[in-house]
């Protein structure tokens, strides 16, 4: 009787994989709406970022905070490149319908687009620290921000060590062809610095 009740169980739960194989997604692709929101974003990045630096340069105000703002700038534009590169080799479609190696060629632009993302989301918010240091200098609240600086540092520096540490060689990352950590630790390293970011903000 139970060996029945455990056929009916695998019966109910268990998909039939040989019909699911010959089910195919369709061939769509979104990688061109990504890129396009992607550039619209980071032309007003460039916009804003342009004007706020000819305004301090022309005032003489010109401090860390905008060099912090133009390094995201300029890291925001390379991370833009990753990905319209990523698109380029099949991102944005079903894996089903990209070549094997152009995956691969995805996949490497994705992780360098994952390591610009975490520094300049760093420099950003200290940036962001640095111009209320600038506006209000008081003791207390430059510690404050002294604090949430290295905070910043340590939680995103820690996910590029491990993006970086990760996989040996690190070519693993995409190529399959050497050893990595258990995935869930890049992945809750993620977690707690978002969880850290979102406190911080």
């Known amino acids: ?10 019966a109910v739960t268990e998909p039939d ?9 369709p061939d769509e692709n979104v990688g061109p709406t990504l890129v396009v929101t992607s550039s619209v974003l980071m032309f007003l990045v460039f916009v804003t970022t342009t004007l706020r630096l000819l305004v301090r340069a022309r005032n003489r105000m010109l401090g860390w905070d905008d060099l912090t703002i133009a390094l995201v700038a300029i890291l925001s534009a390379t991370r833009l490149g990753c990905q319209i590169a990523q698109v380029h080799f099949g991102d944005g479609r079903h894996r089903s319908y990209i070549d094997a190696s152009d995956y691969q060629t995805a996949n490497r632009f994705g992780w ?11 420099l950003m918010k200290i940036s962001i ?5 600038r506006i209000k200098n008081e003791r207390w609240l430059r510690w404050l921000i002294y604090g949430m600086v290295a905070g910043l540092l340590a ?14 060689p690190v070519d693993e990352y995409w190529n399959n062809m050497g050893a990595c950590w ?10 707690l610095t978002i969880g850290c970011s979102s406190v911080g903000s």
């Open 1 to 10: 009787m139970a060996s029945m009740g455990s056929s009916f169980m695998q």
């Open 17 to 25: 994989l040989s019909a699911m194989d010959v089910i195919s997604p």
């Open 112 to 122: 360098y687009a994952l390591l610009l993302f975490f520094v300049a989301i760093c």
């Open 129 to 133: 620290c640095l111009l209320l240091l």
């Open 155 to 168: 939680t995103n520096g820690g996910v590029v060590i491990i993006l970086l540490a990760e996989c040996r």
């Open 182 to 191: 258990d995935p869930r630790v890049r992945v809750f390293s993620i977690y």
